[in-house]
């Protein structure tokens, strides 16, 4: 078992930053690749950002590229969203996840460990 426990949401006007963690509490976290993904109301979970095992790989949604950047810190079992320039369409529920195997994926059904979310709202 992984439990991931996000922080870092709040509430910040369009063109501000925050920087969302997700810290995990197992030991063998480098053996897992990670993604963050983003539920708006009414809206299904769309991938965000993914990052490999050794922070080495990463990937990102179109609509964030640019602008988030996904960054891991194994020695602190803790997953990293640098989010920049946001805009009001980046508000949702953002959720960390893990997937076991050192590849990325933007699939997230292929994650077999999920956080409980932490609200971003971006106001205009």
């Known amino acids: 078992q992984v439990q991931l426990v996000e922080s870092g949401g709040g509430l910040v006007q369009a063109g501000g930053s925050l920087r969302l963690s997700c810290a995990a509490s197992?030991?063998?976290?480098?053996?897992?690749?990670m993604g963050w993904f983003r539920q708006a109301p009414g809206k299904e979970r769309e991938f965000v950002a993914a990052?490999?095992?050794?922070?080495?790989?990463?990937d990102y949604a179109d609509s964030v590229k640019g602008r988030f950047t996904i960054s891991r810190d194994n020695a602190k079992n803790t997953v990293y969203l640098h989010m920049n320039s946001l805009k009001p369409e980046d508000t949702a529920v953002y959720y960390c996840a893990a997937r076991y195997g050192r590849s990325w994926s933007p699939d997230r059904s292929e994650y077999n460990y999920w956080g409980q979310g932490t609200q971003v709202t971006v106001s205009s």
């Open positions: 197992r030991r063998t976290f480098s053996s897992y690749a």
């Open positions: 990052i490999g095992w050794s922070g080495g790989s990463t």
